[in-house]
């Protein structure tokens, strides 16, 4: 397996990545600074609510006493021509309309926060993110698994979200009305405002322990997550080798094992989070209890009001406490948010390995002559897979390719559409260097034949149009005619609007190998790449499936991975690899009249033919 060059997200210390994030959200700043003013107005909502609250309450005590009524923070005053019932009547209507008002905008506030994060930002981030896939080399997604894959699209996107609605938006309002708390509150007592918040600084270093100790743990967990979703990737995929081999049981205890890993993991951690929260909780009554004991004190003195000082003051320190409680629930998201958001920085930061050159040259048709100018190719290292390869192919013409497993077959084809580059040399497309050719106007002229062909859980039509969308019904059932899969086709109940299951896994082998024929020649691809297609079907089927390809070839520059002799025999000259070089390369008779592997493949397969004839024979006698 390919390692894919190192990616600098991977490199990114928090501060660094704290910093992207930023960046991002810099994109969606008018629907943050939004969400920020409607807490701002919020915030002024709640400190006028508090201090009509305790002008209310010194009011009755004033009435009450017949004490003077004490000045308050906002310098509020009182129409002395009304009755009191008057004066408590417009406090109670103040303090009604400030409830009705912030019930309004909290309801906006989360309109505004969930249009954000969840309609734009997520929305915006897994489209990047995919768009980052679809141009991503073979080589990436060698070194990662699909679950690996599936989680960052998905889950790690949300940590993104998180980061900008839990921790970002969250902290800055944090911060504004810790703020204005602290100078409301400094303003009506400083003493008393700095007994109060005394055990504050005890808090942040809590805070940044927990961090440390929580961070690498969240990271563990994300793999362990990771390792479940690829387990059921594989037994979903897998389901018919499981139930041929009777391992449902062996299955169901490692996706236990993984299961439980995931489930010890979180239990560990919220663990630690749940030891954390109360603590954070009991630093903050402490204050509480300052507050009655030396606003107590300061009140009896009548050095503090009692309604526009001491409640006021204990209403500002319990939203103050409030909003530092929240630190516990700030740690925990960034701690996921890093996690993530480094995980989906290196989808979008993973190198582009094949890309359109800035001079890129449009040739929206191609006559199809390719040639390899010692071309090597080699993953990571001094180890090539292919070495000096050169070969010359005209247009039209039809090249076998032999050799054992790991001869570099499939990596040399390739190498034609740009898969991969070659390390060293060229491979020329009509004369020009594949890589100065437009991506698009190169595959485009490209049809592929895999042995194990992939379909879409889609219609045939949809299936067959994949590469040429705007195709016409007639275009799709002329290219099934060329693939022999007309007649099947229109066998189906629904013809070609019949829905395919997962992986067309509803049809079968030969079946789908001629629907991915047809997908091929609807392009019209001057260069037609089948690797061995004819693998993995029975002889009958190897039949049918002959004469499509002998219909599809015809006319076009085709490179064909093959094995057996029926196949080889029709290529117009075959080459053999081993080790990655080419060792021998000439006709089907010229290669019979020559020592070396293609003969000896030839005779292997000659004996095994007349053993098999023997045995018919045998059996009829019988």
């Not at 129409?79 to 009191?84: G, I, V």
């Not at 004066?87 to 909290?106: D, E, P, S, T």
Request: one cysteine or more.
């Amino acid at each position: 397996m390919s390692e894919p060059p190192p990616n600098p997200a991977s490199a990114l210390s928090n501060a660094a990545l704290v910093r992207r994030l930023f960046r991002l959200t810099w994109h969606y700043r008018l629907h943050c600074l939004r969400v920020l003013g409607i807490q701002l107005v919020l915030l002024t909502l709640g400190i006028f609510g508090l201090s009509f609250t305790g002008l209310g309450i010194d009011y009755i005590k004033h009435r009450i006493e017949r004490t003077p009524l004490p000045p308050n923070a906002l310098h509020l005053a009182l129409p002395a021509a009304w009755t009191p019932l008057q004066v408590l009547g417009l406090l109670a209507g103040c303090i009604l309309a400030f409830a009705i008002a912030r019930a309004v905008l909290n309801y906006v506030y989360a309109v505004s926060v969930n249009r954000l994060v969840q309609q734009k930002l997520v929305v915006d981030l897994r489209a990047e993110v995919y768009d980052k896939l679809q141009r991503l080399s073979f080589r990436f997604f060698d070194a990662n698994s699909t679950g690996s894959i599936i989680t960052r699209v998905t889950s790690d996107a949300q940590s993104v979200r998180m980061f900008v609605d839990q921790v970002l938006i969250q902290s800055v309002i944090m911060v504004i009305s810790l703020t204005v708390y602290v100078v409301y509150m400094a303003s009506l007592h400083p003493g008393l405002t700095a007994a109060c918040l005394a055990t504050t600084p005890l808090l942040w270093l809590l805070s940044a322990w927990h961090t440390r100790r929580t961070q690498p743990a969240y990271a563990h967990n994300r793999t362990l997550v990771e390792n479940m979703v690829q387990t059921l990737a594989e037994s979903v995929q897998g389901i018919a080798v499981t139930k041929g081999f009777g391992r449902e049981t062996e299955n169901r205890a490692q996706f236990d094992a993984s299961n439980q890993a995931c489930y010890d993991q979180q239990r560990w951690i919220f663990w630690r989070l749940s030891l954390f929260t109360p603590v954070v909780g009991f630093l903050t009554r402490i204050n509480m209890m300052v507050l009655l004991g030396y606003g107590g004190w300061l009140v009896a003195r009548g050095e503090l009001p009692f309604g526009t000082g001491l409640v006021v003051f204990a209403g500002l320190l319990e939203q103050f406490s409030g909003q530092i409680n929240n630190v516990a629930t700030i740690v925990n998201s960034v701690q996921q948010s890093l996690i993530g958001a480094r995980r989906v920085f290196e989808i979008l930061d993973a190198p582009v390995e094949v890309k359109n050159a800035p001079d890129a040259v449009r040739r929206p048709k191609l006559t199809g002559a390719v040639k390899f100018e010692n071309v090597s190719f080699a993953y990571d290292g001094p180890d090539a897979v292919v070495r000096d390869i050169a070969l010359d192919v005209e247009p039209g013409q039809c090249v076998a390719i032999l050799g054992a497993t790991g001869s570099g077959k499939s990596v040399l084809m390739s190498l034609v559409p740009r898969f991969f580059d070659p390390t060293a040399g060229r491979v020329l497309i009509d004369g020009v260097d594949a890589r100065h050719l437009h991506l698009d106007d190169l595959r485009r002229n490209i049809g592929l034949v895999f042995q194990e062909s992939f379909l879409f859980s889609n219609t045939i039509a949809a299936n067959i149009a994949f590469g040429h969308p705007e195709a016409t019904r007639a275009q799709v059932e002329k290219a099934a005619r060329i693939a022999a899969a007309h007649d099947f086709i229109t066998a189906l109940p629904k013809g070609y609007d019949t829905i395919l299951g997962e992986s067309g896994n509803t049809l079968s082998g030969g079946q789908r190998q001629r629907l991915a024929i047809a997908r091929a020649v609807l392009l019209e691809p001057a260069i037609l790449l089948l690797d061995d297609p004819t693998a993995a079907i029975d002889s009958e089927t190897e039949h049918e499936i002959f004469e499509a390809l002998d219909r599809a070839i015809a006319g076009r520059t085709t490179f064909i991975v093959a094995h057996r002799l029926s196949t080889l025999r029709r290529a117009d000259f075959i080459i053999v690899l081993e080790n990655g070089r080419i060792v021998q390369r000439g006709t089907h008779e010229q290669l019979m009249r020559e020592p070396g592997p293609y003969l000896r493949v030839a005779n292997l397969q000659l004996v095994d033919s007349r053993e098999l004839q023997s045995a018919k024979f045998g059996e009829g006698a019988a």
